[in-house]
């Protein structure tokens, strides 16, 4: 049973930079596969990025390549959503989300359904 937890969101103005982090203190993530996700108000909830156990297989919604980049730390205690060049529209509570990579295929596993165990979020707000 994990119990997650993300930190490092707030309020910046656009074109600023925020890091957000996602750990359980109490196990590793190393072998869970990691997402972060975003609701806006009014909005459904959308899969930002995703990591899986091999830090180099990552996935990124289109309206955040190039400026978002998903990683771990050396310790495969966090995951970290590191966001560049923010933008108005990346306002939204972010939430990450987690689930033991065990017999997994290849494809794509960035979506909501998928995860098993999930944080309470933090907000992101991105305004002048």
């Known amino acids: 049973q994990l119990h997650l937890v993300e930190s490092g969101g707030g309020l910046v103005q656009p074109g600023g930079s925020l890091r957000l982090s996602c750990e359980d203190p109490?196990?590793?993530?190393?072998?869970?596969?990691v997402g972060w996700f975003r609701q806006a108000p009014g909005k459904e909830r959308e899969a930002v990025s995703c990591i899986r156990h091999e830090a180099n297989s990552t996935f990124y919604v289109d309206s955040v390549k190039g400026r978002f980049t998903i990683s771990r730390d050396d310790a495969k205690t966090s995951v970290f959503l590191q966001m560049n060049n923010l933008k108005p529209e990346d306002t939204g509570v972010y939430s990450c989300a987690a689930r033991i990579q065990w017999q997994i295929g290849s494809g794509n596993v960035c979506y909501e359904s998928f995860f098993d165990y999930w944080g309470q979020g933090t907000q992101v707000t991105v305004s002048s």
């Open positions: 109490g196990h590793t993530l190393d072998y869970y596969i």
